[in-house]
């Protein structure tokens, strides 16, 4: 069961900031977030476990939200460097540990 | 420290012909995946290994067959390939396979077929 993202793309400017939400019909045991510049590898930024816990990464933070089954990325005062395209990837209950990806969020941060 | 490496980069087949992509971690990880990326799909996952010795299929098996060679190396191979199989593909490791186990992943191999 693929994740649903959204917004699909997002334009800012600089400083300003963003969330990204990750959804899914299942129960979910884990969501896990990844940044991906264009032509290069996708890159771990964190994971989330079920519980409600909430993480940070810099100015770069997550929620997870049990009842909703729905995980928000949270990125503040936007850097140039943020731009790319963040995946989500869920962990159902009781999937044998699979990642399923999101179809990804491509976030532009202009000058 | 290499981290995750795949050969090669980029490759052009023609229909009907096989080929095999590399994988090797140095990271002495137990897990390792393949996936392949299309424009607006996000990434999706073949074969994954949970550990050496060990291969299951993932979501997009057909056409695909893996080798987990030792506990560094992990092959993906298409017997015949086809147009449909054009596409990124991305080998991947982790330390154990686990909701908690952060994926890291390799460059990427360019394959087109036509």
């Known amino acids: 069961q693929q994740p649903v993202q959204s917004p699909q793309a997002v334009i800012l400017r600089e400083g300003e900031d963003a969330v990204i939400n990750c959804s899914s019909s299942?129960?979910?045991?884990?969501v896990h977030w990844y940044r991906q510049k264009h032509g290069e590898a996708p890159v771990f930024l964190m994971i989330l476990l079920k519980g409600g816990e909430q993480k940070g990464h810099d100015k770069i933070s997550a929620s997870f939200n049990e009842k909703k089954q729905q995980s928000s990325l949270y990125l503040t005062a936007s850097q140039l460097s943020y731009s790319g395209t963040y995946f989500c990837?869920?962990?159902?209950?009781?999937?044998?540990?699979?990642?399923?990806f999101g179809k990804g969020t491509l976030l532009t941060v202009n000058p | 420290n290499a981290g995750v490496t795949q050969t090669p980069k980029f490759q052009v087949l023609k229909t009907g012909q096989s080929m095999t992509l590399q994988c090797a971690q140095d990271m002495n990880h137990n897990s390792m995946y393949w996936y392949r990326q299309d424009p607006g799909m996000g990434l999706r996952l073949i074969y994954y290994?949970?550990?050496?010795?060990?291969?299951d299929k993932g979501e997009v098996p057909n056409g695909y067959n893996v080798s987990r060679l030792n506990k560094r190396e992990f092959s993906l191979r298409l017997e015949s390939a086809a147009p449909s199989q054009t596409s990124v593909y991305f080998c991947?490791?982790?330390?154990?396979?686990?909701?908690?186990?952060?994926?890291?992943f390799g460059d990427g191999t360019r394959l087109s077929i036509l």
């Open positions: 991947a490791s982790s330390e154990l396979q686990g909701a908690r186990q952060p994926q890291h």
């Open positions: 299942k129960a979910l045991y884990s």
């Open positions: 990837g869920t962990v159902l209950g009781g999937s044998n540990y699979k990642l399923t």
């Open positions: 290994s949970a550990s050496e010795g060990t291969t």
